[in-house]
């Protein structure tokens, strides 16, 4: 139970973590007795981002949701790297597939988020399928990012649900 809360709250640093998952966690610790709470989230933190045997199609849906904004239909790819090397190799490989993805699926746009939060690594790259998603992305984070390659970074980490979903509803419904 303490790996789920500690996967769901990005060891209790995404800023959809609750005071209850910090109790739950701290309850359940009582429980299970783990000493090093870190080290236990870093290994399963590896585990999870491991996307050995997985085709670019699966690791872009394999966190993916699509969204109806401001009479656009859009998707969201969530994908974890561990370090600013892997998250780069995976925004390039993600760039490649997403224009089949998108039209398999009759996106007008799609964004694979890539992100890196650990230790005291907090930043999430941002690809998006074409050059409509280009603009959105640009209207909704301003300098707030920085392009690079075929991509683009934000610090902090970003969250869907949190920062990035709002951002894009902001400048999609203006455009109705």
Do not use: W
Not at 56 to 85: H, P, R, T
Not at 116 to 139: G, M, P, Q, R, W
């Amino acid at each position: 139970m303490i790996g789920a809360i500690l996967s769901d709250t990005k060891n209790l640093k995404s800023g959809s973590t609750t005071y209850t998952d910090r109790e739950a966690v701290k309850a359940l610790n009582n429980i299970a007795g783990i000493s090093d709470m870190d080290a236990f989230y870093q290994k399963m933190y590896k585990a999870s981002i491991s996307y050995e045997g997985m085709s670019d199609k699966d690791i872009f849906f394999n966190d993916y949701k699509e969204y109806k904004i401001g009479g656009k239909q859009l998707s969201v790819a969530c994908i974890n790297a561990y370090d600013v090397e892997s998250a780069k190799k995976l925004a390039k490989r993600m760039k490649t597939i997403m224009p089949s993805t998108q039209q398999s699926t009759g996106m007008d746009m799609s964004f694979a988020l890539i992100s890196i939060l650990h230790d005291d690594i907090s930043v999430t790259y941002f690809v998006s399928s074409n050059n409509a998603a280009n603009e959105v992305l640009k209207a909704a984070f301003g300098d707030k990012v920085v392009f690079e390659d075929t991509f683009c970074r934000i610090e902090p980490y970003a969250s869907r649900k949190k920062v990035f979903i709002p951002a894009i509803t902001k400048v999609l419904d203006s455009k109705k």
